[in-house]
């Protein structure tokens, strides 16, 4: 069973950065893994995923902002996330499977989530 704890969250203005880790226990190499969000009022939306090659995959709306790696050795997974918007406040959810969902909402396992907040 992997279990997942987000953190990295906070409070940032418009155009900064921040950098959200989640790490994995009973982590397989073989697993994917994804960053979603989801805002008061708001549907989750995937955010980034990635696959055991390292193969990315990003919402239309943060590509060239975000970007999703992962640390096998350290058994982590990361979202940079630069030029935030306030848009971009939600609270980010990391999610793993042993099946590549890419971005939909299907995987098995969730981490507790950590909050991002933009202001303008």
């Known amino acids: 069973q992997v279990q997942l704890v987000e953190s990295g969250g906070g409070s940032v203005q418009s155009g900064g950065s921040l950098r959200l880790s989640c790490a994995a226990s009973?982590?397989?190499?073989?697993?994917?893994m994804a960053w979603f969000r989801q805002a008061p009022g708001k549907e989750r939306e995937g955010v980034a995923a990635?696959?055991?090659?390292?193969?990315?995959t990003y919402l239309d709306s943060v590509k060239r902002r975000f970007t999703i790696s992962q640390d096998n050795d350290k058994n982590t997974l990361y979202l940079q996330m630069n030029s935030l918007k306030p848009e971009d406040s939600a609270m980010y959810y990391c999610?793993?499977?042993?099946?590549?969902?890419?971005?939909?909402?299907?995987?098995?396992?969730w981490g507790q989530g950590t909050q991002v907040t933009v202001s303008s």
């Open positions: 999610a793993a499977d042993m099946v590549n969902y890419f971005l939909l909402g299907r995987y098995n396992c």
């Open positions: 009973g982590y397989s190499d073989r697993s994917y």
């Open positions: 990635i696959d055991s090659h390292g193969i990315t």
